[in-house]
């Protein structure tokens, strides 16, 4: 089984900065792509920011200038660096993994979402 752990969300002004972290444990063979999705009240989950196991990075059009993703293959962890955040920023965020599984498959897992609320 593979275990994601958040932490990092929480209260902020608008034009604050936030870090969120994710480690990953548990058995698997590799890990491929990690990614940070969220989900606001009454609407859908997006992609926040995603990055590949090449180091290749997609970002959402919204976040992009202000959010840096960054991964630590050794330590199997993805961060989401949230500077000049908005209120419309708020949502719960979500770490998303992709992982080569023991049984030579791909599977995704999902982290249990940390909140983070953007207001004055």
């Known amino acids: 089984q593979v275990q994601l752990v958040e932490s990092g969300g929480g209260l902020v002004q608008p034009g604050g900065s936030l870090r969120l972290s994710c480690a990953v444990s548990?058995?698997?063979?590799?890990?491929?792509?990690m990614g940070w999705y969220r989900q606001a009240p009454g609407k859908e989950r997006e992609l926040v920011a995603t990055i590949v196991g090449g180091g290749s990075i997609k970002y959402a059009d919204s976040v992009k200038g202000r959010f840096t993703i960054s991964r630590d293959n050794a330590r199997n962890t993805v961060s989401l660096q949230m500077n000049m955040l908005k209120p419309e920023d708020t949502a719960v965020y979500y770490c998303?993994?992709?992982?080569?599984?023991?049984?030579?498959?791909?599977?995704?897992?999902w982290g249990q979402g940390t909140q983070v609320t953007v207001s004055s």
């Open positions: 548990g058995s698997f063979r590799s890990i491929t792509d």
């Open positions: 998303n993994v992709v992982v080569f599984s023991l049984r030579y498959d791909l599977r995704t897992y």
